[in-house]
């Protein structure tokens, strides 16, 4: 639903911003009341943004979960060899927030196993700031003597060997280091870049949240070419 206020609301309306939020908008207008017309449209259009931010971090995370099954197996997310600390907990995490249904005979819920739990349900439950750290070059499992660092692009994305499916899925038994080659969805972007793009929705959800200007306020309304050329971008290195 689309906020179109009357003249006395906008006018009540105004005092309520603070000064600093709406500066950038007075400073490209002509009086205050056009200054709150443009800051709601900025609202309307963050407003706009949260179904084409949701779909983004929905495809990047489910592009991701698919190569990795592949050639890790359904249960990949299971293989604590393959992670660092950080990812670990991410996914322990989510496994305590998955919901189990109630066996009908002892009204309590399942357990919770690698067979009960689907696959989609974790990757669901894992916070989206778990799958932009498998982009970034990998930290470190373990502590004290076992400590040891993880490197996410030689041995998570660009294991040693080649070939999919089954053939792949055998090959990853031999161990991280030895693994299958996985397709990174961002390859050939550099980490750098990979990881600065994968951080582009959660980021402009967080813009979006905040109302924050998306692109240069003296762009009268149209589209946003600072969110909508992040997220394109995404796309085509997904789309591929």
């Known amino acids: 639903m689309q906020i179109q206020p009357t003249a006395k609301q906008l006018s009540l309306l105004e005092p309520l911003i603070s000064r600093p939020r709406l500066s950038p908008y007075a400073s490209v207008t002509a009086s205050s009341a056009s200054a709150m017309e443009l800051y709601l449209w900025n609202v309307r259009v963050s407003a706009a943004f949260a179904e084409v931010i949701a779909l983004a971090e929905i495809i990047l995370r489910n592009a991701m979960a ?98 999919r499916g089954q053939q792949s899925r055998s090959r990853a038994a031999a161990g991280p280091g030895r693994g299958p080659r996985v397709e990174d969805p961002f390859r050939p972007a550099g980490l750098v870049d990979r990881q600065r793009l994968a951080r582009r929705p959660p980021s402009a959800r967080s813009r979006r949240g905040r109302f924050d200007p998306c692109g240069n306020p003296s762009r009268l309304p149209g589209v946003s070419s600072h969110g909508t050329g992040a997220l394109c971008h995404l796309r085509k290195k997904l789309d591929r």
């Open 66 to 163: 698919e190569q990795l099954a592949a050639a890790y197996g359904a249960t990949w997310y299971a293989r604590a060899e393959l992670f660092d600390d950080r990812t670990i907990n991410g996914f322990r995490t989510a496994w305590r927030n998955v919901s189990m249904p109630h066996d009908r005979r002892t009204g309590k819920p399942q357990g919770k196993t690698l067979g009960t739990v689907p696959a989609g349900k974790l990757v669901a439950e894992s916070t989206f700031g778990c799958w932009v750290n498998l982009l970034d070059k990998g930290g470190t499992r373990g502590e004290g003597p076992f400590k040891k660092n993880v490197d996410y692009d030689s041995t998570l994305w660009r294991g040693a060997g080649g070939g």
